[in-house]
């Protein structure tokens, strides 16, 4: 599967923006994706998952409520909504697919991984 995310750019606090990921190479409806991002001279951590038929997902405490994740099985594309963005969610931004049970929160759980965009929000 090869993985194309887009979307960051530079916003203010308060804004919101959405990433997308396109997949393309192998049947996108198999897999459970992920979102991750890794801060300047941070190591990079889990955002949020959504199982490969969307019916469920998951956030990082730190997004919960702000973040939503949704996908188009027809589109072969994951999204990634995220409102009231703060400063702290400044990172570069990486959509993951996971072809096998795991713990989706793990990035050793992800087979395959997006080139990343990145994402400033200013004060």
């Known amino acids: 599967v090869q993985l194309q995310a887009s979307g960051g750019g530079l916003v203010q606090a308060g804004d919101s923006l959405r990433l997308s990921c396109a997949a393309s190479g192998r049947p996108f409806s198999n897999y459970a994706m992920g979102w991750f991002r890794q801060a300047p001279g941070k190591e990079r951590e889990f955002v949020g998952a959504?199982?490969?038929?969307?019916?469920?997902?998951n956030y990082a405490t730190s997004v919960k409520g702000r973040f939503t994740i949704s996908r188009d099985n027809t589109k072969n594309t994951v999204y990634l909504q995220m409102n009231s963005l703060k400063p702290g969610d400044t990172a570069k931004y990486y959509c993951?697919?996971?072809?096998?049970?795991?713990?989706?929160?793990?990035?050793?759980?992800?087979?395959?991984w997006g080139q990343g965009t990145l994402v400033t929000v200013s004060s």
């Open positions: 959504m199982s490969w038929s969307g019916t469920s997902s």
């Open positions: 993951a697919a996971r072809g096998k049970a795991g713990d989706y929160s793990s990035e050793s759980a992800y087979d395959y």
